[in-house]
């Protein structure tokens, strides 16, 4: 048997008036998916543990089956692992984002430095590394805003807020808290002078995510398959390295709605000839949302039908018994711009799979299971002889 996760991150939405009241599944052509949920069967899955912030993290190790309330120890250790920082027991790792502050720097204007690209991300990771060096501090290009800052030998209790929660609002009530707090800010303004001669849409940076090292049981060893872990950002990339899956390269992925759609298809297609699960990571969704982008949230629900899909379903046939599931890992709704815990709605079709009353995939689907413990979907989808 062959196992395909489909993950598209921050999906599920809210009903939009200018969309005639409908959400943006509803909304845009999902043709194959409505296809996977009419001969497949749908239901619901918690993934966000009661008390815990909806981050993609958490929402994602319960997707790959990790209980977050007993392996989550911070966003940016897992990030580290996937760019092959090694953390030491007394080592804090932080996601450190270039930002857009507007205002006189004290408006989020844009968390992503209106997306900075590669190249000049890069080059000034390198230039508040030079400059920070001297006092022991290590920052880590990742994947254009998404960078890291690691301090080593350090205790910190802190309350930190991710900068795309806060967009438009004034960043004073936002600035870290708590034990360390003032190493942290203190880092976070000489950045914006640092960043002032650049004349670069990124003239600041934000710390947030921060944690220890995290250890995750491996997972072929918890569900008994080998697998691949495709995507763009470090954080889903990271909980593939720790859980010991493969991690896979495609040219041209970027985490937004540019990215390269078929060539994560047929990368993770090609990669069950080899081993007998896949996850697959697709960020445009969730980052439209954070934009407020109705457009670009549909347009990337639309490449993901018209683009991905065709090539993973007709490629599985090859392998003759297999399964996909299906399902974002949290909502990002346009109207909130930021992440809810609420349930997502999942679709499971292939082998085994008896079809259900659904003829369309949506957040209104009926329900013919109900995940109430997130991380259970792993066990559910891989070891459940029938569905």
């Not at 409505?34 to 008390?51: E, H, Q, R, S, V």
């Not at 438009?168 to 034990?179: A, E, N, R, T, V």
């Not at 069950?272 to 982008?293: I, Q, T």
Request: net charge negative; proline share 5%; glycine share 8%.
């Amino acid at each position: 048997m062959k196992y395909f996760v489909l993950l598209c991150d921050g999906m599920s939405d809210y009903r939009i008036e200018s969309l005639g009241n409908k959400t943006i599944i509803e909304y845009a052509n999902t043709s194959n998916f409505d296809f996977l949920a009419k001969n497949g069967k749908c239901g619901f899955i918690k993934t966000t543990p009661d008390g815990m912030y909806p981050g993609s993290d958490i929402c994602n190790l319960s997707i790959f089956g990790y209980d977050p309330t007993k392996y989550y120890t911070g966003r940016s250790p897992i990030e580290a692992a996937s760019i092959g920082i090694n953390l030491g027991e007394k080592d804090f790792a932080f996601r450190c984002n270039f930002v857009t502050l507007a205002d006189n720097y004290t408006v989020m204007e844009d968390f992503t430095a209106h997306h900075i690209d590669n190249y000049s991300a890069k080059r000034l990771i390198s230039k508040l590394q030079d400059y920070f060096s001297s006092e022991g501090l290590e920052f880590y290009p990742g994947v254009g805003y998404r960078n890291l800052l690691v301090i080593r030998d350090a205790e910190f209790n802190l309350k930190t807020t991710p900068p795309h929660d806060i967009i438009g609002k004034k960043i004073d009530s936002f600035i870290p808290q708590g034990d360390g707090s003032g190493k942290i800010n203190h880092i976070m303004n000489r950045a914006i002078d640092i960043l002032k001669s650049e004349n670069s849409s990124a003239n600041a940076i934000w710390l947030w995510g921060e944690g220890r090292k995290p250890s995750l049981p491996n997972f072929k060893d918890l569900y008994g398959v080998d697998g691949s872990v495709i995507a763009a950002v470090d954080l889903i990339r990271g909980i593939g390295r720790l859980a010991g899956l493969e991690v896979i390269d495609v040219p041209g992925v970027t985490g937004f709605i540019d990215t390269n759609f078929e060539g994560k298809a047929r990368y993770a297609v090609e990669s069950l000839k080899n081993k007998d699960y896949v996850f697959v990571h697709v960020e445009a969704p969730d980052e439209s949302g954070h934009m407020g982008r109705t457009d670009l949230k549909i347009q990337a629900v639309e490449n993901i039908n018209n683009i991905m899909l065709p090539i993973i379903i007709e490629g599985l046939k090859q392998f003759g018994e297999f399964r996909i599931l299906i399902t974002p890992d949290h909502p990002t709704p346009i109207s909130l711009r930021t992440h809810a815990a609420e349930l997502v709605p999942a679709i499971i079709y292939g082998t085994s799979v008896e079809p259900d009353e659904n003829m369309f995939y949506s957040e209104f689907i009926k329900p013919s299971f109900i995940i109430n413990e997130g991380y259970k979907i792993a066990d559910f989808f891989i070891n459940s002889r029938s569905i």
